[in-house]
């Protein structure tokens, strides 16, 4: 099997896992066990807990001393342990230790994927900038798919979402068995302390460039955190309005979540054309833009013929908003770093992303919801209301701070420092 191939299978699945469950998990918390708004953004932030450490210590490991594919299975054959231990929880604090091992080990999975595909294209002799896209699609595609399974299944209410997610996560491991090897690192002996360390991806900080890219990864994480955490509760609240708790939205908000993932389709195969025509700086800015276009549709829609319009112009925008951070912003990383750190430096822009900002989104955003919520009822305008103001700013900030040239060999001079 040709290795692109074999690389899509490993994609689809890798986000099929997290498909099962990331996006209604909150409703089933919410609406069947019960938890705050608190305690919702409390799982959640455990995302934001393992990536703060997790994806940089195993891509350090995965540098060094372990083979990337081989760790790649591991981390999911535990995954698979804790998802199912986290199916028969009920309890905030048993649900938030369950999830937070279930993050310290899938969280460092998604930088290793990104790690052996760039590995793997590269042996084969493909341009990474062009080949990649076209096989990180096929797990927004499977995350679809596990969207739709767990929606028309009718579990997005239900643990049997979790449950799904385990079995997934340990035929995953499984598999990992077949992917090719990714050497470790041939370097034996290194002259800083921090290279020693495996620490060499955190010189990036000591360039301007690099040091305000990761600032506003994680600014930008805590956005992504918040829309995952709260909008498939939010649909499912329009059922509380005599008016739509007939309608499809109610009824499948996952389905219709969903849509923002099958605009990510086209927007991630849209990236080297956007990369090549307009650069990094535009394409980031792009995606702050369409995070805030994205509350703002979110606070106006609703299930009625002119207000689902709006819900589904959210979806479409919401493949920018996380395409054009999240996947070009990776590309970037590849391409500005030296290769002997490659992993460890996916695994720190996955740290600034999934770690440092989606705990603070999730935290935040938690207290936040509480505190429009009164007497039980969520005053979803208003929140939404406040988290676009919080990125319009974020791209106002950016554009004003942030200079990039392509200058690869001034990186690897930076890179080369340690």
């Known amino acids: 099997m040709a290795i692109k191939s074999r690389l899509k299978i490993m994609m689809s699945l890798q986000f099929f896992i997290w498909g099962c469950w990331l996006v209604t998990l909150g409703s089933y918390m919410f609406n069947t066990l019960q938890f705050s708004g608190t305690q919702v953004g409390s799982v959640y932030s455990t995302i934001g807990l393992a990536s703060i450490l997790m994806p940089s210590l195993v891509g350090i490991i995965a540098d060094r001393w372990i083979k990337a594919n081989r760790l790649y299975g591991i981390c999911h054959f535990l995954g698979a342990i804790f998802l199912f231990s986290a199916a028969g929880m009920s309890d905030p604090k048993l649900m938030f230790w369950a999830m937070l091992f279930n993050a310290m080990v899938y969280m460092p999975t998604i930088s290793l994927s990104y790690t052996i595909s760039y590995f793997c294209l590269e042996k ?27 929606s028309l299944g009718g579990f997005e209410l239900s643990n049997m979402q979790l449950y799904i997610a385990a079995g997934a996560s340990l035929l995953l491991a499984l598999y990992s068995l077949t992917l090719p090897d990714c050497p470790t690192s041939n370097v034996k002996k290194d002259r800083s302390l921090v290279s020693l360390l495996g620490l060499d991806a955190f010189v990036l900080f000591k360039h301007k460039r690099m040091a305000i890219f990761f600032l506003f990864a994680m600014l930008l994480g805590a956005a992504l955190q918040i829309n995952t955490a709260f909008a498939d509760p939010f649909l499912h609240d329009f059922g509380s309005n005599s008016n739509y708790e007939d309608s499809l939205v109610v009824k499948y908000p996952a389905i219709l979540l969903s849509m923002g993932q099958i605009a990510e389709v086209f927007f991630i195969l849209a990236i080297p054309f956007f990369l090549r025509k307009f650069g990094i700086k535009t394409v980031m800015l792009l995606s702050m833009v369409a995070w805030t276009l994205r509350f703002v549709l979110f606070a106006f829609g609703d299930p009625s013929n002119v ?25 970037f990383v590849e391409r500005e770093v030296d290769h002997r750190i490659r992993g460890s430096a996916q695994g720190l822009f996955m740290t600034m992303v999934n770690g440092v900002g989606a705990y603070v989104g999730a935290i935040l955003s938690g207290k936040l919801v509480d505190y429009f919520t009164i007497n039980g009822v969520k005053d979803w305008q208003s929140i939404w209301l406040v988290f676009a103001a919080y990125t319009l700013v974020l791209a106002i900030v950016f554009a004003l701070s942030f200079k990039y040239k392509n200058d690869r060999d001034a990186m690897k001079n930076v890179n080369n420092v340690a």
Not at 130 to 146: H, Q
Not at 310 to 322: E, I, N
């Open 307 to 331: 207000g689902i319009i709006l819900l589904l112009l959210s979806m479409v925008v919401y493949g920018a908003a996380f395409d054009f951070f999240n996947i070009s912003g990776s590309l």
């Open 124 to 150: 084969e002799g493909i341009e990474t900038t062009k080949g990649f896209p076209a096989v990180r699609v096929f797990g927004t595609m499977s995350f679809i798919l596990a969207m739709w399974v767990v």
